[in-house]
């Protein structure tokens, strides 16, 4: 039997994650804008140039800090396994995610990455993991009403390039939920830490070679403080220990009792993009995210397999 103490230490572990996991939502919710104003000065092909720098060395520190010297050996087929996950989540996924951010809005980008768990339902669908129920269906036919809603103002406006961009982030998430169904075995096998950093390392060779160009040619030294603490941040805090962050916020709370937490994401990113972006939004796009939302959250909780909500790879 759990004694008093035992109940409240557990108590307060639970409390602190869940007050880690709200913060972390709102750390993610602003990181849409500060990657769009980080893009004002060296574009997402120099932030991604950046990014696939910095994130190997997190990488690299991440398994010094958890194994030392001795770090996990992975099989042959491991080892491509690895790499093919790699390059679908951090050279397709973040990089298509960049330029649908820089083309999109913050508030776009974030509620149309929200709908990753219907790209994972319909992977496993196609990969015979999965049966497609009744409620799975409606919430996926929900979900793509609310998102053409969603998206109405800006087709009927002839906006293009925002339209381009919201495309571009639908096939990213895509690309994402392949991740997260092709790294699970792999994180079963050698566990998130390992597969993590070796994917990311795996996955920034590509990205970084893509990107040198850009990367060259970026104005780093007349580059103000501000984008450089944008562009740390981005990088560090919300996307390499944001997601060390929401692995133990699901190790404590339960993956089941987190995920719901990630639909605060999107309210979240709107609210920073209208007080500091000066985006604005019709009845019509608000009734269009909320729909998408419900439509999301009907598929993904009628479906045991898709209750996972890892931290986005951006």
């Avoid at 869940?18 to 120099?46: E, R």
């Avoid at 104005?219 to 692995?247: C, D, E, K, N, R």
């Avoid at 993009?273 to 419900?294: D, H, N, P, Q």
């Amino acid at each position: 039997m759990t004694t008093k103490p035992g109940r409240d230490a557990h108590a307060r572990r639970d409390m602190l994650a869940l007050v880690a996991a709200l913060l972390l939502v709102c750390v993610w919710g602003v990181n849409f804008s500060l990657q769009k104003y980080v893009f004002t000065a060296i574009g997402p092909a120099g932030f991604l140039f950046a990014r696939y720098l910095i994130m190997p060395l997190c990488a690299v520190v991440l398994l010094c800090l958890r194994f030392g010297r001795r770090w996990p050996s992975v099989s042959r087929s491991d080892f491509w396994a690895l790499a093919r996950i790699g390059f679908a989540g951090h050279f397709l996924h973040v990089g298509t995610v960049s330029y649908g951010i820089h083309w999109s809005t913050a508030f776009s980008s974030s509620l149309i990455l929200a709908c990753g768990p219907i790209f994972t339902l319909l992977i496993l669908r196609l990969k015979g993991l999965e049966q497609l129920h009744a409620p799975q269906l409606v919430g996926v036919a929900v979900a793509l009403v609310g998102v053409l809603v969603f998206l109405s103002d800006k087709v009927l406006g002839a906006n293009w390039q925002a339209t381009g961009g919201d495309l571009i982030l639908l096939v990213a998430a895509g690309f994402f939920s392949y991740y997260t169904v092709a790294a699970k075995p792999l994180i079963e096998r050698h566990g998130a830490v390992a597969t993590m950093a070796y994917a990311t390392m795996l996955g920034s060779i590509p990205s970084v070679l893509v990107s040198l160009p850009a990367g060259i040619a970026a104005p780093w030294a007349s580059m103000p403080p501000a984008i450089w603490f944008s562009l740390i941040w981005a990088v560090t805090v919300s996307a390499f220990l944001g997601w060390l962050v929401w692995g133990w916020v699901n190790a404590i709370r339960g993956v089941a009792r987190s995920a719901p937490l990630m639909y605060l994401m999107p309210p979240v990113a709107g609210l920073v993009a209208w007080l500091f972006a000066g985006e604005s939004y019709t009845g019509i796009k608000l009734a269009g995210a909320a729909l998408t939302l419900v439509g999301v959250a009907l598929a993904q909780w009628s479906s045991p397999a898709t209750r996972e909500a890892p931290a986005p790879v951006d």
